[in-house]
Every structure is written in C-alpha cells, then in structure tokens.
C-alpha cells in the first residue's frame, strides 16, 4: 500500500512539475513546444496542394492578352495582371460577379485570386467597361 500511495505522490508532483513549467515558459513569452502552421502558411500550401491555375495578363491602350483565359472549373485561380501602357483605360481590372476591383499601377504586377466557379465563366472588365476579357470555365 505504501508503494502504490509513494507512486501516486510522484505522479502527481511530476505533473505538477509540468504544469509549471509549462506555466513558466507562458509567463516568459516562449512558445510552448507544439507548433502549428501560421493562417498565412496554410493558404500558401493549400493553393499549392490544390493545383491553382497561375495566370499572367498584361493590359495595354488596346486591350487585354490574353483576352480569353481557359481553366478548369472549381479550382482555385491565381491571375497575375500587369499594364503596360499608360493609354487606354485599363487603370483597374473589374470583375462584376465576383465583386472584385484592384488598381493596377503601371508597370507593376498585381495578383487576384479566387476560385473558379463550376457553371459558369467569369468576365473581366476595365473600370471603364471599354476593355472585356472572359476566364471560361472548362
């Protein structure tokens, strides 16, 4: 009895022992040894994993190239746009069914990403609606 009431004793002063440190590392501001992927570092491994088209567009004084953009439906899309030229009206890229609007500064590369839909294609416009483009889905 007095083995099992001594081994009762160790145990519950090593876990004790545990919680404070444990307790310890908190209150030193060190994390506690499980490590779990950041938000940022899931998305990036999620798109990666699931195969994201990566599209490249440019926009010029004459309109967008390709103007016409296949991928395969329900997959996550990754279209990197850049414009070209100052002429012209493509100072923005729309996408009226998405709710999606981004500048795109000239010269400099900007990436919109969101996941085709399964029926149907996603039009693309300048701010201006002159310019017209189209990802279709496959």
Do not use: W
């Amino acid at each position: 009895m007095t083995a099992v009431r001594t081994f009762g004793i160790l145990t519950i002063l090593a876990f004790a022992s545990a919680c404070e440190r444990g307790a310890t590392a908190t209150a030193q501001g060190t994390q506690p040894t499980t490590t779990t992927a950041t938000t940022a570092d899931h998305s990036a491994h999620a798109t990666a994993a699931t195969g994201a088209a990566d599209l490249q567009l440019t926009v010029d004084g004459t309109g967008y190239h390709p103007s016409s953009i296949s991928v395969p439906s329900g997959k996550p899309v990754r279209l990197t746009v850049t414009r070209t030229s100052d002429e012209g009206c493509g100072q923005q890229i729309v996408f009226p069914s998405l709710n999606i609007r981004r500048d795109l500064p000239l010269n400099q590369a900007v990436t919109v990403e969101f996941t085709m839909p399964a029926s149907r294609n996603v039009a693309f416009t300048c701010g201006m609606d002159m310019l017209r483009g189209s990802i279709v889905a496959q």
